[in-house]
């Protein structure tokens, strides 16, 4: 029974998928089966664009007389004359008889070779840039040599503006009832076997590939018919620049991956190994082939994706290991650039892998061998932890600036210090209770460092507040906030009142009443030794661990004087009183909080969760005395 399906009011596909061939040209593996594209045009002729494969002949023929109905067969546009688009071309002359075939000269040379009917009998011979219309529709065609075979073209509707692109932008993959890229989750589901598709048919040709894309370029294209997979009706330009990436050999990702064939898991191990020293330097795209169970395609296809391989391969036969040799020369045949190699070999007695393995792909153009070979002999040793390290250490250093980032540890990458050097202010933030703002026992402030201005219109801030602060429960129930910026004349007193007790055990208001002024959301602000006030309602809070990030409409703001801001250096140099040194005790240590002054002695070292227990500021905070 047939089974089309419509792609405007007069272009039809009529292809057809196969889920049962398991090797696509006896060679690759195709787990998702293989769609074989073919277009019908109703027009005043009608035209086809190419035939199937034969295992999907029958549907086909039902497609074209049910949609035919009895009319004429026009036109057959025969794009790529290989078998898997052209086997039925016998049997639709036949039916047929009348029909005319469009190719350019190879193209019908080829057919000769494949048929013994007359091609050249009905045959219309084109050239690159030949034009035929058919009522409604103009076509035009472009020669596409390569793109996979030297007959290739392609044809452009100058109506419709689609381009039947033959074997290019095909995938493995049946089409499952959504024939068109924007009905599927094309990134998800088909862009890693569109990649081994095109690595392993056209990767080659490169250059080839490059001269259809600069025609097309040229012409304005509404979607692309391709003969395999997905029809691309939306974000066209998402796959054109694969195919630009592809094409000219430039790698789509930072990343590496490690190529292994192993006898007894030696081999493999020193790959393990790399790999886990390349995360742990911050490589985040690693992929690992064991090349004797993964076939050459797959792994094709990802070196065409990163911009790093390395190939690590036991000596065998005083040569290559035979599933690592064949992956090389796959690799060097579909003409490779732009990457770069590192190996890792093995040999119980004569490791000459490496050598070997080089020697394949040394023709690769604009690609950079890596020295640091590691050789094993037989497994890895400690001098090899050195050799793999070593490699790891090149790798990263190969990477460009910037694009991997090492895995970032506290205690060999963070310096606590640095953070002094980001510049802060000091503010005082308010809040009170949900509905008792009349009460001065249920409001609370805190000292803060962080607030910044998001945007100027409407007027947003934001500000991070420790959760340990009572403040921080308050905001989080009335959602309502005052900011008090400080100036340089604050005394130490106001951070002892809102930085170094707990809303929660005293009224911080209580006898400070003269120091602080009302804003219109009924909260405090502090109108001594500051300069303005902000009143915020919070719009969201982001909770990050120990602290809360709020978003803040600005309802009011006002200056109180012109006093200068104060600085978070200002006040350790100025304000903070200097920590009289104090002699141990007892042969303890004594540390004292660089925030708040508090003094804290410990046997050895503070635990590294300390936490001030007056200004709740971590260990980082508590310098150490004498
Ligand atoms: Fe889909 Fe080159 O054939």
Redesign the pocket.
Known sequence: MHNTRKINDDVYWIGANDKRLSLFESAYPIPSGISYNSFLVLDEKNILFDCVDKSVSRVFFENLSFLLQGKKLDYAVIS?V?P??CASLGELILRFPDVKIIGNAKTLAMLNQFFDFDTNKNAVVVEDGSEISTGKHKFVFYTAAMV??PEVMVTYDTTDKYLYSA?AF?TFGTLNGNIFADEVDFEHDFLDEARRYYAN?VGKYGVQVQALLKKAAALEISSILP??GPIWRKDINSFIDKYQKWSTYTPEEEGVVIAYASVYGNTENAANILAVKLAEAGVKKIAMFDVSVTHPSFVLSQIFKFSHIVFASTTYNSNIFTSMETLLHDVAAHNLQNRTIAFMENGSWAAFSGEKMKEILSPLKDTVFLENTVSLKSSVKQNNLTEIENLTKAIIESFPKGSVTAAITHENKVEPSAFFKITYGLFVLTSAKNGKFDSSDAHGGCIINTVMQITDNPKQIVIAVNKANYTHDLIIESKKFNVTALTTDSHFDVFKRFGFQSGRDVNKFAGFEDACGKSENGLYFINRDANAFFSGEVISAVDYGTHTLFAALVSEAAVLSNGTSLSYQYYFDNIKPKPAPKPAASGKKVYVCRICGHIEEADGELPDDYICPLCKHPKADMELQG
């Open positions: 790529h290989e898997d688009h996979h075979w074997d095909g048919i003969l395999h």
